[in-house]
């Protein structure tokens, strides 16, 4: 089985500063992908970032940066110079690498909110 | 590409009557999934086609959720007859590969049931 934890419900960042979204996860597949996906308040779920088990190096994507600890089952969001935009729920996820794990398994996700 | 698409975007029942969601994947994706986010509650998965046929169902929540997806292409959830807990946004998301890749969302189905 696989389990996704998200333990910040909510957070307060003041524009401009990096912040930063815990994930850690628990599964028994050896090979796995790990991401990261927005939802705003339109609703939609937006790709932002992934990681593979495997992958020897963090994620990057623009302002968006995976510190993954794989000893460590960790699979932090790091947003730099944060924006009124990136205010939203941000939800960490992971998808297994056998057949019967390939379904993707959420966290309860974080609400962060950008303040001016 | 067009994305993954979802119809309707809101639909408003009242208990005891059916509803019928739609999700069109992306053209040549497979796998199509449904996930299903109840307020304030994380997202939960419903269930898993590849092409036509069901890989896994394990998160239908009873049997009066139907899902089908003739023909591989796209694919409906059916909910009959609704209840009051069935009320949450139902998302539809697809990808070509099963394992590891990106799963591609569609725009969500908030649904209300009265």
């Known amino acids: 089985a696989q389990k996704i934890t998200q333990t910040q419900p909510g957070m307060f960042v003041q524009e401009k500063e990096a912040v930063t979204l815990d994930c850690t996860y628990d599964?028994?597949?050896?090979?796995?992908?790990l991401f990261w996906y927005k939802q705003p308040s339109s609703g939609e779920m937006i790709f932002l970032i992934y990681?593979?088990?495997?992958?020897?190096q963090n994620a990057t994507e623009g302002r968006y940066s995976l510190n993954f600890q794989k000893a460590r089952k960790s699979a932090n969001l790091v947003i730099s110079a944060s924006q009124l935009g990136d205010s939203a729920m941000y939800f960490c996820a992971m998808r297994g690498g056998s057949f019967g794990n390939e379904k993707l398994t959420f966290g309860t996700g974080t609400r962060l909110t950008i303040i001016p | 590409e067009a994305g993954v698409t979802q119809f309707p975007s809101h639909s408003v029942i009242e208990k005891g009557q059916t509803v019928t969601l739609r999700c069109d994947p992306i053209s040549g994706h497979d796998n199509l999934y449904w996930y299903r986010r109840v307020m304030g509650k994380e997202i939960k998965f419903l269930l898993h086609?590849?092409?036509?046929?069901?890989?896994?169902e394990s998160g239908m929540p009873n049997n009066r959720f139907l899902a089908e997806r003739t023909g591989g292409t796209y694919s409906t959830l059916k909910v009959q007859p609704a209840e009051l807990e069935d009320s949450g946004v139902y998302f539809c998301a697809s990808s070509q590969r099963a394992l590891l890749a990106v799963l591609a969302f569609g725009p969500g189905t908030r649904l209300t049931v009265l």
């Open positions: 599964t028994s597949d050896p090979s796995y992908g």
């Open positions: 990681q593979g088990s495997y992958d020897q």
């Open positions: 086609f590849v092409k036509e046929s069901k890989q896994d």
